[in-house]
Structures are given as structure tokens and as C-alpha cells.
């Protein structure tokens, strides 16, 4: 479904992805693990178009994206949440998923021509979707307060929340348990798989090792912007690079 091939990506003096190849399996969890600054959300990066790699390639459905913008690749069905929640604070819950919605009828030029009644039944069938999918997370007791009064790992569910709502085919996630309590992420992982199961194609950034050991198949290990081994979570957690790369070479 996506394959980044011999990726390079430098900041200035930080060689923050070095000849990474990473292929996602249609209909897989993939994982990317590694320790901090290992370069996986600079692959996210990447891989989504939010910045040119250096060199490589991006393969996306069997043709090749690296030059096409993320609105593009987002158009063909990629949608990725960020490592920091960016929600509009000051939106309702429910309202900023409703924002996330793209190819409204009620934006586009032609709604004139349409008429009301296609508006208002395009914004009715929008807003059951809003309610099931902030039900699926545990934010429909939420759904009129403002986003700012959530709590961090709320804000991760709501994230996750609005990138379903342009109903995507393959979802990149960067630490979507990212300070989400341990019942909740025990949840998280059962509607991760739900949305596997039925045809998504999803791609985690994940530091929490339960999550990924519960889902990611294959899990890529990153280290220093390369490509350290990749497998089954078994296959990688076993392997002493993969010990020796978190605990720095100790
Ligand atoms: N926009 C940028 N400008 C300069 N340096 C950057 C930029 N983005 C990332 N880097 C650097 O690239 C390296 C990889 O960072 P990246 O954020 O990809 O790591 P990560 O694996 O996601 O880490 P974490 O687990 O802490 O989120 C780091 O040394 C980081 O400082
Ligand atoms: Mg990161």
C-alpha cells in the first residue's frame, strides 16, 4: 500500500532519516519503533509530503507520490494525526470534527446549484457520522464542550477522531497512546484493530510497547534515521541491535 524507499532527510547538521526503506503491507497495523530522535515522525514527515525527502522515493498504491503534495496524497486517501494534538480549542468537540470533513458539498462552488435540501442532508449524514465516531472513542459525552477543556489523552482520541472523518484508506498515527490512560488504550487497541479489520490500512508511531506488541505487524525498528531490522514484534524484540539501540549502546 505505501513503500518509502531509501529515504534521506537532513536538518542541517542532523541526518535525520538515512536510507530508510519502510513497505506497509495493504490491510497491516505497521509499526515504527525506536527511541527518541530515532527520526520516526521526520519519516511521517516524509512519508505524508509534509517535507521533500533529500532523496528516495514514495510509492503510494503502486505510483510514485514523492513529488505530489500532501493535500494530493491526502485526496487519494492518506491521512496521518500529529504527535502534538493540533484541535481548535476554542470549537466544540463535535464541531472540530465536523471541520475535519472534507469535499462538503456546502464548501464547493456548485451548492447553489444543488440546493438546500442536499446541504442539509449531506450536514445530517455528517453529523451521525460525527456522533458514532466520537461514540467509537468515548468523546460523545463530550461533544459540545469546548477542545481546550480536554485532557491530553482525550485530545489524542479526538485527533484520531477527525483523521476518520475524511475517511481515509491508509492512516499514519504518531503515538496515538501518547498520555491516554491504560483502560482507554486497552480500547484503543481493540477499535484500532475494529478499523483494520474492516479494510484500513494503518501505519503507528508508538512508544508504548504493549500497544505495539498487541497490533504491529510488521514493526520496523529505527534507529539514528536508518532502519535498524524489521519483523514480527517477536522476531524484533528479541534481537540484541534493537536492546543495545534503547539503551543507547549501553
Ligand atoms: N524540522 C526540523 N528541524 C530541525 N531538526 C529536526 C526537525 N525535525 C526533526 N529534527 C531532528 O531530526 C531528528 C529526528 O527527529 P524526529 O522528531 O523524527 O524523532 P522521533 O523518532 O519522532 O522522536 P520522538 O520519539 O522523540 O518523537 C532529531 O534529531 C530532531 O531534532
Ligand atoms: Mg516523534
Known sequence: MLQGIG??????????????????????????????????????????GLHPPDSGRIMLDGSDVTAMPMHLRAARGMTRTFQISRELGELTVAENLLLARQDQTGERLLPALLGVATIRREESLALLEVRSLL?????WSLADMPARVLSGGQKKLLELARALMTRPKLLLLDEPAAGVNPTLVKELIGFIRVLRDEGLTIVIVEHNMDMVAAIGDPVYVLAEGSVLTHGSFAEISGDRRVIDAYLGGA
Open 135 to 139: 461514540e467509537r472513542v468515548g468523546l
Open 7 to 48: 529515504l534521506d532527510k537532513r536538518f542541517g547538521g542532523v541526518q535525520a532519516l538515512k536510507d530508510a526503506t519502510v513497505e506497509v503491507p495493504r490491510g497491516s497495523v505497521t509499526a515504527i519503533v525506536g527511541p527518541n530522535g530515532a527520526g520516526k515522525t521526520t519519516l511521517f514527515n516524509v512519508l505524508c
